[in-house]
């Protein structure tokens, strides 16, 4: 050993023995390990010393070891450490801060485990933010492929005494990214018999084309349309353009304000949350101030609890009321809607009959939790309406609203005011809402064809209304029910009933129901009661007795059965012996597949009977092809696996199988629902193969969408591979083909290669770095699955790195 290792050696062990010197404690005090100070110097008084150690605030390890100076009983650390640890900025004045002279601070040396250990307040620690919606729900943009659809529905009815008629309703929807555009109307004709009321030929209902922006959730139509209403408003029909918020589109929003909780955490706790009884979610926290947003999708009043657990299993348990409604914005959030254009006159009468010009606004914003304004205004030629109310959330006593409307026409002016009130918890509801309208008071739904310079007068607005309901659950006693109604109409004429009802599951799934209604204009009572008996998964039998207000009674019994989910058969049939007639008897039986659905049956007594027959289905043209399938009353998926015989889950619910073409169609779809499409490969050959057996997504509103799980041929095999020498390539040697590394040789050089063509070439690299390069050709042009080729040579080179 030279001269100089000796003295590294000598000044190194006196570091040691320097270092143990100062951490023995004296013998002659009684001071424990724990409870060390760092050393001082004695005849210079307090010295600086700097150490390493751990950084711990309130009990959370900030996972740092940063250098620490003491300077007798105090604590020097650098500013950047501390906010590395959550320290605000605000509470450090300078690079290096004296934690132990920080107002509300304690600092303590842990000498035992070399850490320094920080207490703040929990206000000083970065805010945490539990249960974000945005995270928790994904968004899923719809989605829509160009097609066509038509909806059909034949009726035929024969009556004894009208004849027989013909009805075919239909509508013809195209759609793709330009939007939806789609026409409905029904064709009559009668066969036999006398018309009466109806007549023969072609009705069209409405045509429209529409779109919608869900990035700003908008949506807007032009042709025919329904105006948008508030509660203290009416709709009419146009013929015109509409532009109107539609929170539709955007499932993953929420639009109503759900309560938040929030608390501080001085050490790492655990938070647990129950709401009405049931425990909502569980989550760990860090010591700070914490906010919770994720609240069930709850309405109507409730308890939350919120449950807070620290580290030594002390439990601090708060309870906190709420109320929540869906009527109600949340802070900032508008919701609107516009339209103009012509009114339409004679819907369902005429083809086309548009009348005087108008227009309809509401707007609503959420101004804070707990108040929503509302504004309501239209217009014609001679109409001027205008209004203005709000929604109310009174703490957790319910939500109150009101509004007052003012329009104008003719020259005459008239006022309506709205007010009402709405409650309900898990067991008791209440509501009640009232109108009043001065006899001057119109609107759009009033206004009629101004060409001829008068109004239409045969229909008139109600001069006041209130309605009131409560409901009360009993539990293992049943739920009972009340309502009353007080409509005064605009000629004067009062009508007011007073309904009760009572209904309890009495035995299995067995229901009993009892209804009364008393009209105090006539002060007659009528009733009901009515048990229905279910028989099986599907089928129920039913057993009733009613009497009306006339003194009649009636006694019925029925027997049904529902539709399958996916397909088959279901029936009705029922008979009445009623005390102002002969018996009344009905019956029904349906059948649908994946095709049609149809049904026929009859009802009517021994003066009037009626039999009648229907078939609904649709034809969808996309993908280059013609389907058939049931009825598509909002969007549809077509299924695409070009292979026959695979089944289609659609949440989980077998949907049927794909036909000879691989194709299935899903007609019954929820649009801006992202729902789950799966397929099942279990049955499938070995030599097939799929990239992908499930998918979630969104469909538009009123489309479609080409869904493609490609099934093709496997064309994998195995192929032994070798050196020059005849030995085998060395496990894990990687194949790399088109650029990708793609494959491993495994035992015996055997690997595995997916899809092959006729000639595969491909470079081979070791894991001692040799490499080399070969080609798998395959004889005939066409890969044959699941067997073995080879042995194949691959030349390792012998030039690279690491090669012997």
């Known amino acids: 050993m030279s001269r100089q290792s000796l003295a590294s050696v000598r000044r190194s062990l006196l570091v040691i023995a320097s270092l143990l010197g100062s951490l023995l404690p004296d013998p002659g005090q009684a001071e424990t390990w724990s409870s060390l100070p760092p050393p ?170 529409s779109n919608q922006d869900e990035e700003r959730s908008l949506s807007w139509r032009v042709g025919d349309l329904i105006t948008d209403s508030l509660t203290w408003s009416n709709s009419v029909r146009l013929g015109g353009i509409q532009i109107a918020r539609d929170f539709s589109v955007r499932p993953d929003i929420i639009t109503y304000p759900l309560p938040a909780f929030s608390g501080q955490a001085a050490v790492p706790s655990t938070i647990d949350l129950f709401v009405n009884g049931y425990r909502n979610s569980s989550d760990n926290i860090q010591p700070g101030p914490w906010s919770m947003t994720n609240m069930p999708f709850v309405n109507g009043a409730g308890n939350a609890v919120v449950v807070t657990t620290d580290a030594t299993g002390r439990r601090i348990t708060t309870t906190m009321p709420f109320y929540v409604s869906s009527n109600l914005l949340k802070p900032g959030l508008s919701d609107f809607s516009f339209s103009a254009g012509a009114l339409r006159e004679n819907y369902g009468v005429k083809n086309a009959d548009y009348g005087a010009g108008a227009a309809s606004g509401s707007w609503r914003y959420g101004l804070n939790d707990w108040l929503t304004l509302e504004s309501h205004a239209e217009a014609a030629e001679s109409l001027a ?36 009130y709405q409650y309900n918890n898990s067991r008791f509801s209440l509501g009640t809402q009232h109108i009043i309208r001065t006899p001057d008071f119109s609107n759009l739904a009033l206004y ?80 009901a009661i009515s048990l229905v008996i279910p028989f099986s998964e599907r089928g129920n039998a039913s057993i009733g007795l009613e009497r009306d207000r006339f003194g009649g009674t009636a006694q019925r019994l029925g027997v049904s059965r529902a539709m399958p989910t996916e397909g088959g058969f279901s029936y009705d049939a029922s008979w009445a012996r009623e005390s102002s007639g002969s018996d009344f008897t009905q019956g029904s039986v349906s059948w649908r597949n994946d095709l049609i659905q149809t049904s026929a049956g009859f009802y009517g007594d021994s003066d009037y009977s009626t039999q009648f027959g229907d078939i609904t289905g649709s034809l969808v043209f996309m993908d280059g092809s013609l389907f058939a399938a049931n009825e598509v009353n909002d969007a549809f998926v077509l299924v695409k696996t070009d292979y026959p015989e695979v089944e289609v889950d659609y949440e989980n619910q077998l949907m049927g199988k794909t036909n000879r073409k691989g194709y299935l169609l899903v007609p019954r779809v929820s649009s801006w629902y992202p729902a789950k499409y799966a397929i099942n490969t279990l049955d499938l050959p070995v030599d097939m193969t799929t990239s992908a057996v499930e998918q979630r997504f969104a469909v538009k509103r009123q489309s479609g969408y080409l869904l493609h799980f490609p099934i093709v041929p496997l064309r994998a095999a195995s192929v032994i591979l070798l050196d020059q020498d005849g030995q085998p390539l060395p496990v894990s040697t990687q194949l790399i083909r088109q650029g990708q590394a793609t494959e491993y040789v495994g035992w015996d050089g055997i690997a595995w290669m997916e899809d092959l063509k006729s000639e595969n070439p491909f470079r081979a690299e070791t894991p001692d770095g040799r490499h080399c390069e070969s080609v798998l050709k395959v004889s005939g042009g066409r890969p044959e699955s699941l067997r073995t080729y080879g042995p194949l040579t691959c030349t390792l080179s012998a030039d690279a790195p690491g090669a012997p």
């Open 448 to 527: 009629g064809d101004r060409s001829s310079g008068t109004a239409r007068t045969e229909y008139t607005l109600s001069r006041r209304s209130a309605q009131y309901n409560v409901s009360l659950s009993l539990d293992q006693y049943g739920s009972l029910g009340a309502a009353f109604i007080d409509i005064t109409s605009g000629s004067g004429n009062k009508t007011q009933l007073l309904n009760l009802s009572w209904s309890k599951n009495i035995w299995g799934n067995s229901s009993l129901y009892l209804s009364a209604t008393h009209d105090q204009q006539q002060d007659v009572w009528s009733g």
């Open 385 to 420: 309406l205008a209004g203005a109310g709000g929604q109310l959330r009174i703490g957790s006593l319910g939500v109150v609203n009101s509004a007052v409307t003012r329009s104008q026409m003719d020259g005459e002016s008239g006022d309506q005011y709205s007010w009402g």
């Open 40 to 209: 001082v110097n004695n005849q210079a008084g307090p010295q600086k010393q700097q150490y390493m150690l751990g950084l711990v605030v309130n009990d959370r390890d900030s996972q740092q070891v940063v250098p620490v100076t003491f300077n007798g009983d105090h604590y020097l650390l650098r500013a950047g450490d501390l906010l590395r640890a959550g320290i605000p900025a605000a509470q450090i004045s300078s690079s290096m801060v004296d934690v132990s002279t920080l107002s509300g601070v304690k600092a303590h040396y842990d000498a035992a485990r070399q850490r320094i250990l920080l207490t703040v307040p929990p206000g000083w620690l970065p805010a945490q933010q539990l249960g974000g919606r945005n995270e928790e729900q994904p968004r899923y943009p719809g989605l829509s492929t160009p097609g066509a659809l038509f909806n059909y529905d034949l009726y035929t009815s024969r009556t004894s005494q009208s004849g027989t008629r013909l009805s075919a309703w239909s509508e013809f929807r195209l759609f793709g990214s330009g939007g939806q555009l789609s026409t409905n109307g029904v064709y009559q004709q009668q066969i036999a018999g006398s018309a009466g009321y109806q007549n023969d030929g072609y009705l069209r209902y409405d045509s429209w084309w």
